[in-house]
């Protein structure tokens, strides 16, 4: 074990894009197939994923320079070998460099810079100036120790250690390397040298094969257009107006692939029973609607299509997908199979430290008793959803936690430290629901790894390093797809299939009528337990005063029930019942607004109104 526990650094650096690639593979493989302890990559992968790459050996734990500090000078060499064969000088100057450092308050580190020196002299190897960063100022030294002990979960008391990791100026820089200026000067030829161009707002959608032989847009038109029999619509001028525009803008961004994925996602969902809806803007578009992608028929429902997607929009459509959380796995599993197990992975996604956890990791780590963190942390509020509670927010609000800021010392260090590691990276988790799908192997864009949790039946998740803003539009361009599982839907599933089985009746919960009387009498009287977002206290009390008579009196109350729209539920009641009377703004919004009253509830209504009016 202690052999194979081994482990030395090196660094790469991705001179263009074939290096960017193959650091991808290498980081991606070094989970795959090395992890042990931690991450790790061995001769024979550096053999087959060198190109491109400048290797630097680093001064701390770099296996030559633990050779050299053991006098073991015919190791070093062997090893020199090996790199120098690998990572060969080429056209655009050397790749492979030792790195010096700089830490005379390190013990022996001196000592071990001088024999790197010599060792690179006597072998004609170029040297590189180095400094490693764990933090931007000396004094936040503690910060990266008590970071650490979190981390491993070392609950012995901090020492303060004198070495300095901090982020040095080009002027510091001259003064520690001003004996090997040569090492200097090679930094910026370094720099000169990788010249990777990550190119951003380019879209790599996935390889949708069509069987027909029509392009994506021509498959997309044949599909919207077989809907129309299929929804049992009325081809009108409307309609058909409405289907041209639609279609124009998607051709125009060229996002036909991504509705063809989606559509066919969403017919193996359909096909094999797997309950699914979609939610959010992509109601607006009846294209979708008419593609078997969404079940709500925009025209009938008065939403727009440009909340959707519009020409002035530069971001990519995003389509949420809910499946039955039991099934959802099937479903990624039919993307691995339809793409390519290469070609889909879950995203991964970084968990930080928020506020209260920091307090109480860092009392831990300084070594004060577990009581003081807890009385700490408990008096910071609680966040809201979109708006997460910090500390420096915490003490604006909290009177009582200022004051104990000001007067005991302890607490005041206990939150200063909490304030510099808050927010950092803890861990590495699988988002909630973001799929990606590439046209080629997903080792070309982002590296990989598995799940943290481990396997499940046997099979480890493998999500990407990336997160899901470098993954998409911001980052390398990989479309997101959203998978995500939602239990009423299981349970709207199972219900269906008891009905089938107790009763003998087939329902089919898409053509289930919106208008049914009993139905919105019971929600009426109150009888709203476990009906998603429908049974809360003030949203049941809300609905008994409505009395609702149509679907529409669901979807304001589902809309309103939030901070700042709630001020308009009594007014809406009021006058859905004649209490008050009903007026619009401007008579032009009385054609989006009839349906609630002259009551401003939908972000598609503001979008009218701006078109409109």
């Known amino acids: 074990e202690g052999v194979d526990k081994q482990r030395h650094r090196l660094v790469l650096l991705a001179k263009n894009d074939t290096g960017y690639k193959n650091l991808i593979k290498l980081v991606t493989l070094a989970h795959f197939e090395g992890f042990y302890y931690?991450?790790?990559?061995?001769r024979e992968l550096l053999e087959q994923y060198h190109e491109g790459l400048i290797a630097?050996?680093?001064?701390f734990s770099g296996n030559i320079v633990d050779a050299l500090k053991l006098a073991n000078t015919e190791k070093a060499e062997e090893q020199l070998n090996w790199y120098k064969e690998i990572f060969a000088d080429d056209q655009t100057g050397p790749n492979f460099y030792f790195e010096i450092t700089h830490h005379p308050e390190i013990k022996d580190h001196e000592e071990s810079m001088r024999k790197v020196i010599e060792f690179a002299n006597k072998t004609n190897t170029p040297l590189v100036a180095g400094h490693d960063v764990y933090y931007l100022h000396e004094e936040d030294r503690l910060a990266r120790q008590t970071l650490i002990a979190i981390q491993s979960q070392n609950d012995e008391k901090l020492e303060e250690g004198s070495e300095d990791f901090s982020f040095i100026s080009p002027t510091t820089a001259l003064k520690y390397f001003k004996k090997n200026s040569e090492a200097l000067e090679n930094v910026e030829k370094?720099?000169?040298?990788?010249?990777?161009?990550?190119?951003?707002?380019?879209?790599?959608?996935?390889?949708?094969?069509?069987?027909?032989?029509?392009?994506?847009?021509?498959?997309?038109?044949?599909?919207?257009?077989?809907?129309?029999?299929?929804?049992?619509?009325e081809k009108t001028d409307e309609i058909k107006e409405r289907i041209e525009y639609e279609?124009?803008?998607?051709?125009?961004k060229g996002y036909a692939p991504y509705f063809l994925v989606v559509s066919d996602l969403?017919?193996?969902?359909?096909?094999?029973?797997?309950?699914?809806?979609?939610?959010?803007?992509?109601?607006?578009?009846?294209?979708?609607?008419?593609?078997?992608i969404t079940n709500v028929n925009p025209i009938e429902y008065k939403l727009p299509f440009e909340r959707f997607l519009n020409p002035e929009r530069p971001s990519a459509p995003d389509i949420d997908m809910d499946f039955a959380d039991n099934r959802r796995d099937e479903m990624i599993e039919y993307a691995k199979q339809k793409y390519g197990h290469d070609k889909v992975a879950q995203i991964g996604t970084f968990g930080t430290m928020a506020a209260r956890g920091s307090v109480r990791d860092v009392t831990r780590a300084l070594g004060y008793p577990y009581s003081l963190g807890d009385s700490i942390s408990k008096m910071i509020p609680m966040g809201q959803q979109g708006f997460p509670m910090t500390i420096d927010r915490a003490l604006k609000e909290e009177p009582a936690l200022k004051l104990r800021y000001k007067e005991e010392t302890d607490v005041?260090?206990?939150?200063?430290?909490?304030?510099?590691?808050?927010?950092?990276?803890r861990h590495i988790s699988v988002h909630a629901a973001g799929v990606v799908i590439s046209p080629t192997p997903l080792t070309d864009y982002v590296p990989l790894q598995y799940d943290t949790k481990g396997s499940e039946n046997g099979q480890h998740k493998i999500i990407t390093q990336y997160d899901m803003n470098s993954v998409g539009e911001d980052g390398v361009g990989l479309l997101k797809f959203d998978f995500l599982g939602i239990r009423n839907l299981s349970i709207l599933a199972d219900a269906v299939k008891r009905v089938e089985k107790i009763e003998g009746i087939k329902i089919d919960i898409g053509t289930v009528p919106v208008d049914d009387k009993k139905t919105l009498e019971i929600i009426a009287k109150e009888e709203t337990v476990e009906l998603s977002q429908l049974n809360r206290d003030g949203m049941t009390r809300s609905l008994m005063e409505l009395k609702p008579t149509?679907?529409?009196?669901?979807?304001?109350?589902v809309a309103l029930y939030r901070p700042g729209p709630m001020d308009n539920i009594n007014e809406y009641i009021a006058r859905k019942h004649g209490r008050k009377p009903v007026t619009y703004l401007h008579p032009k919004m009385k054609t989006f607004l009839d349906r609630t009253f002259g009551v401003l509830v939908y972000q598609d209504d503001l979008l009218m109104t701006a078109i409109e009016v």
């Open 247 to 252: 279609l124009k803008i998607i051709k125009d």
């Open 56 to 59: 630097i050996c680093p001064s």
């Open 550 to 557: 149509v679907i529409h009196d669901i979807n304001v109350m």
């Open 412 to 425: 005041k260090k206990i939150i200063d430290m909490a304030r510099k590691i808050e927010g950092c990276s």
């Open 190 to 233: 370094i720099v000169e040298r990788c010249n990777l161009e990550i190119s951003i707002g380019k879209w790599f959608l996935p390889n949708y094969i069509v069987e027909s032989g029509l392009s994506y847009d021509e498959e997309f038109r044949r599909i919207t257009e077989e809907g129309i029999e299929k929804r049992k619509l």
């Open 38 to 42: 931690k991450p790790r990559i061995d």
């Open 266 to 292: 969403l017919r193996y969902a359909h096909e094999h029973g797997i309950l699914t809806t979609i939610r959010g803007s992509v109601a607006g578009s009846l294209v979708t609607y008419l593609a078997g």
